[in-house]
């Protein structure tokens, strides 16, 4: 009997061991994606280094942003495509604000800030901060294979897009009543004169 306790007290340690030592190599991989993700902003968006892109993006990865690209595949040279597009416009730095990872994903909390007040894209970045989240999924070899982009555009000129677009849209609704209203005057006021 006493054998048996001290098996099922051997088995106990090795499993609860079993599982710190799980749990420790999830955190260390925590940790390394989030020192990737920290590395990635550095090379592609602090400093021009884009040629770095491959060693942090898989050779294709998925992405989410806020417009139309959702849950498109792209290769990895994409992402040196969009920073080599911004580095070409404007001359970015950046910092990041914090960092919080959580199994094989990594969120980001980061600041981009033009180094000179040159303007891009109708003031979409200019000298004023602009903040982004990303969302970052890593593969088991440490390359970023899913990104989710939230930038927050509402602080920028970016939006006055969409209220002049809605602006727009708004006029036309209402211009066409007022086109039937105008006939239906003339048409009365011709019924009056006859």
């Known amino acids: 009997m006493k054998q048996i306790l001290l098996?099922?007290?051997?088995?106990?340690?090795?499993?609860?061991s079993y599982s710190q030592s799980d749990s420790l190599s999830s955190t260390n991989k925590q940790e390394r994606n989030k020192e990737i993700a920290r590395n990635f902003y550095q090379d592609l968006w602090f400093t021009n280094n884009t040629d770095k892109?491959?060693?942090?993006?898989?050779?294709?990865?998925?992405?989410?942003?806020?417009?139309?690209?959702?849950?498109?595949?792209?290769?990895?040279?994409?992402?040196?495509?969009?920073?080599?597009?911004?580095?070409?416009?404007?001359?970015?730095?950046?910092q990041i604000n914090y960092q919080i990872a959580e199994g094989d994903l990594v969120a980001t909390h980061w600041t981009t800030v033009s180094e000179n007040t040159k303007t891009f894209l109708g003031n979409f970045i200019a000298s004023e901060p602009f903040y982004i989240i990303n969302v970052l999924r890593f593969n088991d070899e440490g390359k970023i294979v899913e990104f989710w982009n939230h930038r927050h555009d509402i602080d920028t000129p970016q939006t006055m897009k969409f209220t002049l677009k809605g602006l727009l849209i708004g006029l036309l609704i209402a211009l066409i009543p007022t086109i039937f209203a105008i006939r239906l005057k003339r048409k009365l006021k011709a019924i009056k004169n006859k």
């Not at 098996?7 to 609860?16: D, E, H, M, P, W």
């Not at 990895?76 to 597009?85: G, H, N, R, T, V």
Request: aromatic content about 12%; hydrophobic content about 40%; some cysteine.
């Open 53 to 94: 892109y491959a060693n942090y993006v898989a050779d294709e990865y998925v992405v989410h942003d806020i417009g139309d690209r959702k849950g498109v595949t792209e290769p990895a040279i994409e992402q040196k495509k969009i920073a080599d597009f911004f580095w070409e416009n404007i001359e970015m730095g950046g």
């Open 7 to 16: 098996l099922i007290a051997i088995s106990g340690i090795c499993l609860n």
